[in-house]
């Protein structure tokens, strides 16, 4: 990424100002009118909810966005806004560790994020806001490990692709009843497709998001389901995103489209989207963008137990090949060259048990092709194949290596192989290719199984193929990793019913993954 941001400019947007102790009362958050000079905010600004994320051993971020009038651009005044907040140990707030004033500018659409530091490790916490006499919903949430601890266990949540036309976002309501430590979500957040007349919902506005008070609405009405918002105020979410967050399959910044959005117009796309995207989720002032660039890729520490590699596979990225030669091009790169070094030097460096890679695309070979010959879809892995056949390779050096993806709207989980070309070859790792959330609705299962079961033997690979939408859900210990395919019977009614589709183990040691 080009023109970091400043340390100044990180301190000024990191809102944690004025971090205090726990002396004051709690009864200082009665619900009061406002007070002083300013004009009182219209009633509901925090309809978007309250969410945190990124969790350290001692620190946690934040978040809310101030927004009375949410899919009309926020309703709020044009002027920063002070926002008190508190962190307790407890749920009646009668424990105080932390409290605060951030600001709410609206150059960032009034959200705030707080970078809380200075807590317990391996905690639950509980948190709120208020402004203008008006309190936001409480928040939980959780820290990490201490960096040195190395029992224990993790559970962590496996989530993508919620496209709010094609359905409600039933599966959070089964995973809150989980009670995940984190949840980890590999992108599509949100879909840039116009309103749709026959979707389950449909999309605000009137065709798709380029500006950033448009991406900002879109951001807003996905925010105000109700299961998904009662997910973020449980349980930590780690983030990433993927195309839908900006546009369809596009490569760094090449759109989908050339033809149809020339370079410069995409440029101010992909900064309103990057933009709007930060002002939308519990990250770090570390992801406040620059322009057209947002840093996103970094790393999480869950003790000696797990080490989490939060991949970039959209902004880096050579555009896709047209061919099988192009896709076993080696000058084509997914990662781009600084963090394809930064992934291998964490990998190689690695204290931890389990060496977890959150990528918001399919690493595992998919051949589409029915008997001989190969057939790829080229946005995946799969077609950046010099690429994904190193990093294959150094998996054999490397502790527990375990890919957690999406994208594909299928539940997809495979033994990683150095060499695909190979049917001998070496197993040196797992992946996890969680199916969508929403997106493809209530599928044909039928239909997919004619679609899809002819190309297993091509495959042999693959340990579990699923058209359900739901999420996974793994237990992460020393042994192994116990994971749960999770789904609902449909999205298509705001409630469903969840179950478990399949049990899988993946042995520590022991290189792949097994059907329970």
Known sequence: MTGAVSPDRRRFLTAGAAVLGAAASAQLWLPATAHGAETPLPDGVFSLGVASGDPLPDGIVLWTRLAPDPLNGGGMPDRVVPVEWQLAEDQRFRKLVRRGTAQARPEYGHSVHVDVRGLRPDRTYWYRFRTSGQLSPVGRTRTAPHPYSSGGSLRMALASCQNWQHGYFTPYADMLDQDPDVVVFVGDYIYESTPSATGVRRHEGTGEPFSLAQYRNRYAQYRTDADLAAMHANAPF?????????????????????????????????????????????????????????????????????????????????????????????????????????????????????????????????????????????????????????????????????????????????????????????????????????????????????????????????????????????????????????VVDTVRQPSATPSTLARLRVEAGRPGVEVV
């Open 238 to 486: 780690v983030v990433s995103f993927d195309d839908h967050e900006v546009d369809n399959d596009f490569a760094g910044e090449i759109p989908q489209d050339p033809d149809k959005q020339p370079h410069d117009a995409f440029v101010a796309r992909l900064t309103a989207a990057y933009q709007a995207f930060y002002e939308h989720m519990p990250v770090r002032a570390t992801a406040v963008p620059n322009g057209p660039h947002i840093r996103m890729y970094r790393r999480l520490e869950f003790g000696r137990l797990a080490r989490l590699n939060v991949l970039d596979t959209r902004q880096y990225r050579s555009d896709q090949a047209k061919s099988q030669a192009g896709a076993q091009d080696p000058s084509l790169t997914m990662l781009g060259a600084r963090q394809k070094q930064w992934l291998l030097n964490g990998l190689q460096n690695s204290p931890a048990r389990w060496n977890l890679i959150a990528s918001q695309i399919m690493m595992a070979e998919t051949d589409l092709q029915v008997g001989e010959g190969k057939l790829w879809f080229y946005d995946a892995w799969d077609g950046y194949q010099a690429e994904r056949n190193r990093f294959l390779k150094e998996f054999r050096q490397v502790r527990n290596p375990v890919v957690l993806s999406g994208d594909r709207h299928l539940t997809m989980i495979s033994d990683l192989k150095e060499d695909y070309a190979d049917p001998d070859s070496t197993v040196v790792g797992a992946e996890f290719v969680g199916t969508s959330i929403s997106s493809n609705g209530d599928q044909d299962q039928a239909a997919f199984r004619k679609e899809w079961d002819p190309r297993r033997p091509d495959n042999p690979h693959w340990k579990l193929l699923d058209a359900h939408r739901g999420y996974h859900l793994f237990d992460i210990g020393r042994a192994g990793i116990d994971a749960q395919v999770r």
